[in-house]
């Protein structure tokens, strides 16, 4: 789908002369929401303690970071009626080729067929979710289970964030000021933490309790937001289908 929008927006641009390239799109290989269960891997922990992957907003999203010039942001966001002479569509290249993207979405208003994607909105509801999540006297009970198990092996922690956050090996603001120089990682003591931490969550069930409360939060959302979430559903739909008859050339955008 972002493929095919991006064809589209770039054909667009092309009609008010600007040759405007957007980059390749990658596979999307984070697993972004293995962040909610609070899952710690036990291997990277006895490796390189609470040191992990590098993660960057490529496998995130799909998307290499990219810029434009001011005249392309103008012409992609409509911020111009008019690029060199040659009309700029209204709502500019994004919307024109979201609008196409859109179309033939089942019970859905003109405003929404018509207008840019909120790449945001869904992950808006995650977060309200997560909002809800956290508040759950569950966690706090899960994180007081962890800690007495930490106790145990001789490590005092009041909650998982504080172990991860241990001065000796997170980074703070300080840390990136110039001429610090940085903290040693994977220290004997980070690993030794960090393997103590993995195994008191696996033995407290700290991600099973995270995971149970995350859903319920996010049925919670869904419950309350299902006539909103049909209308992105139907967009969704429409997306997919649109996106491939783009691909292989079948649809594109009229003037």
């Known amino acids: 789908m972002i493929r095919a929008r991006f064809m589209l927006m770039e054909e667009c641009m092309r009609h008010v002369g600007l040759d405007f390239r957007f980059p390749a799109v990658e596979p999307v290989t984070d697993l972004r929401n293995v962040d909610l269960l609070g899952w710690l ?46 009309t700029v569509p209204p709502g500019g290249c994004m919307a024109k080729a979201d609008a196409l993207l859109n179309r033939g979405a089942g019970g859905v208003t003109p405003a929404d067929a018509g207008k840019r994607f909120d790449d945001d909105e869904v992950p808006r509801y995650v977060d309200s979710a997560a909002d809800l999540a956290v508040k759950d006297p569950r966690i706090a009970a899960a994180e007081r289970e962890w800690s007495d198990c930490m106790r145990s092996e001789g490590f005092d922690y009041r909650s998982t ?95």
């Open 161 to 255: 964030v504080h172990a991860v956050g241990d001065r000796r090996w997170a980074a703070t603001v300080n840390d990136d000021s110039i001429g610090h120089t940085p903290k040693p990682r994977g220290t004997r003591a980070e690993i030794d933490t960090a393997v103590a931490d993995a195994g008191c969550r696996e033995e407290t069930g700290y991600s099973d309790v995270r995971r149970k409360v995350y859903v319920e939060a996010e049925n919670r959302i869904i419950g309350q937001s299902r006539a909103r979430l049909h209308v992105i559903r139907s967009l969704n739909q429409a997306r997919l289908a649109n996106s491939a008859k783009v691909l292989d050339g079948r649809l594109t955008l009229s003037w």
């Open 41 to 86: 891997d036990p291997g990277q922990a006895a490796e390189s303690g609470y040191l992990g992957k590098g993660r960057n907003p490529d496998e995130m999203t799909g998307i290499p970071s990219y810029s434009v010039t001011d005249d392309e942001f103008y012409v992609l966001y409509g911020k111009v009626r008019r690029y060199h002479g040659r």
